[in-house]
Structure formats: C-alpha cells, structure tokens
C-alpha cells in the first residue's frame, strides 16, 4: 500500500511558475508508475501527466504538454510536477495518484492510491 502526500500548491500569477511534489510512504514506492491528475469546480477528474516507475517514460496530456514536467526521484519517495506558463485553466485542485499497470493510462479510474489534493489556483 502506498500513502500519498501533496504539496507546493497555491496562488501563481498567469505565466509564472509552481512545483508540486508528491511524497509517498513505503518501500514499493520504485515499482509504481505515478500520475497527476485534477479536478476544477464542477468538472470531472482529469489526466495531467504520468511517468513510468524507472522515470524513463513520461505522457502528457494535450492540454499541458509543452508547458509541464513530470519526474521523479525514487532516492526520495517523490514525484514532481514542474508547472511552467500555468494558465487560468490550469487552475484546480492536483491529486498524485499511484498505479501498477505494465503501460502507463491517463485514465483516473485505473489508479489505486490517490493523494488529499492541493489547490493550485493561476490568476489571470
């Protein structure tokens, strides 16, 4: 099992930048593929990036390929989301999520451990 932590989140200006990181307790924290997904006010849960347990593959969804990073130190339990450029639809509550699928899925439903969520909010 796999407990997930979130922080570094808040308010950004349009443009700026922001760093989430995700710290997860136990051992098998190296054997999962990691994602991050969020959720805005009235919206449904939604994909943001995944990476794959050695660090080696990485997805992105359309909407912030180009402008976020996805990377892990496994040395250190943790996962990143660098946000660089955020926009004001970027802003949502981020959850980190933890899967063992053999591919990694933008699919939120296909992850088994989630996080509480931190608010990023991006003013405009």
């Known amino acids: 099992q796999v407990q997930l932590v979130e922080s570094g989140g808040g308010l950004v200006q349009a443009g700026g930048s922001l760093r989430l990181s995700c710290a997860a307790s136990?051992?098998?924290?190296?054997?999962?593929?990691m994602g991050w997904c969020r959720q805005a006010p009235g919206k449904e849960r939604e994909f943001v990036a995944a990476?794959?347990?050695?660090?080696?593959?990485?997805y992105y969804a359309d909407s912030v390929k180009g402008r976020f990073t996805i990377s892990r130190d496994n040395a250190k339990n943790t996962v990143y989301l660098q946000m660089n450029s955020p926009k004001h639809e970027d802003t949502a509550v981020y959850y980190c999520?933890?899967?063992?699928?053999?591919?990694?899925?933008?699919?939120?439903?296909?992850?088994?451990?989630w996080g509480q969520g931190t608010q990023v909010t991006v003013s405009s």
């Open positions: 999520a933890a899967e063992r699928d053999l591919i990694l899925t933008k699919r939120p439903g296909r992850y088994d451990y």
């Open positions: 136990g051992r098998t924290f190296s054997s999962y593929n």
């Open positions: 990476i794959s347990w050695s660090g080696s593959s990485t």
